[in-house]
């Protein structure tokens, strides 16, 4: 289960999706009748044609990179995994129920689904809605089937494998640091998701202090991906660091921000820049166009020399044998 895109690039389609996206509560959580004419009222009218025109800057002959590169993912793993393999969307096409009725078709008596959510950190705008709407739609629909939930795999030792073997081929070039852009997500999404109703954002060096609540800070877990990816390619604390991008609105959202960050290295010596991308493991438009793009820009204009763009785990082998390894305890 991927987040989804739009079904063309068109602004019509765009604005479809920008509101299922948008008025999910756990993207935008304010009270329903505010949300609507936010949403409805204000963002959608007027991002949607910008959006539309950065869609139409990456879309592809096959389609949208996020489905094509989740497609691939799907006949390459359904290489190497014995169970059928199907496709789902949190926003868009293709809805779970029809991935979940493709699966009884395949299966007579099918007893259980396993569902992969495609987000390596839990948060309540990616992971959480998207099992959460996976259980909703098996629930209303009264499937007979048990659904079982990968959970998050953050620190897995096979992801942290496939992560840092997609990126070590391009350590090889000459560069200042690897900036790890994370997706952000604002600071009270991280305070509402603490468990414990205490430490998230409140207790000093909260993430490095131990909490049940880290089992639910996406913080945390982006902070101990990066730790272990610096490890396993032996880099250098000055070699690496981590931010967080796409901010929407003016609310305060984790630090720091990749835009401002991108601004500011080249002013302090650092001149050639690799950017990956560890919390989005399909490229998409916020890697593509965001990052690849209207980063490198900033980044350049700003008096960077080179920059180079990291793809994401796509297809990659490493990452397909990750998949179908998360499955393997529910077989």
């Not at 991308?277 to 209207?294: H, K, W, Y």
């Amino acid at each position: 289960m991927n987040l989804g895109s739009p079904d063309s690039p068109s602004v019509k389609d765009v604005k479809k999706y920008l509101r299922e996206f948008l008025m999910d509560e756990k993207v935008i959580d304010i009270p329903t009748l505010p949300r609507n004419l936010l949403v409805k009222g204000i963002i959608v009218p007027f991002r949607s044609p910008k959006s539309a025109h950065a869609y139409q800057s990456i879309w592809t002959d096959e389609g949208s990179p996020l489905m094509v590169n989740t497609y691939r993912l799907q006949e390459a793993l359904q290489v190497v995994c014995p169970e059928p393999v199907e496709v789902c969307m949190r926003y868009g096409n293709p809805h779970p129920s029809h991935a979940y009725d493709r699966l009884q078709e395949q299966v007579p008596g099918l007893e259980e689904v396993i569902l992969v959510p495609l987000y390596p950190h839990y948060a309540m705008s990616s992971y959480e809605t998207a099992v959460e709407y996976a259980r909703q739609v098996h629930r209303e629909k009264k499937y007979p089937f048990k659904l079982s939930v990968v959970p998050p795999y953050f620190v897995d030792p096979h992801y942290i494998n496939a992560l840092t073997n997609s990126i070590r081929p391009f350590l090889n070039q000459p560069f200042d640091k690897l900036l790890l852009s994370y997706h952000g997500v604002p600071e009270r999404h991280i305070r509402k998701s603490d468990c414990t109703g205490e430490h998230c954002l409140k207790v000093a060096d909260c993430c490095h202090v131990p909490s049940k609540a880290h089992s639910v800070c996406y913080r945390h877990q982006t902070l101990e991906t990066t730790r272990k990816v610096a490890e396993m390619l032996d880099l250098k604390s000055d070699q690496y660091e981590q931010t967080f991008q796409s901010r929407l609105g003016q609310d305060k959202w984790l630090t720091p921000y990749t835009a401002a960050r991108l601004k500011e290295l080249p002013k302090e010596g650092v001149k050639h820049l690799l950017v990956a991308c560890p919390a989005f493991v399909s490229d998409c438009l916020e890697t593509l166009e965001e990052i690849a793009v209207e980063g490198k820009e900033i980044f350049m204009e700003a008096g960077g020399e080179s920059y180079t763009m990291i793809p994401c785990l796509n297809d990659h082998p490493d990452w397909v044998a990750t998949v179908n390894q998360l499955i393997e305890p529910y077989r």
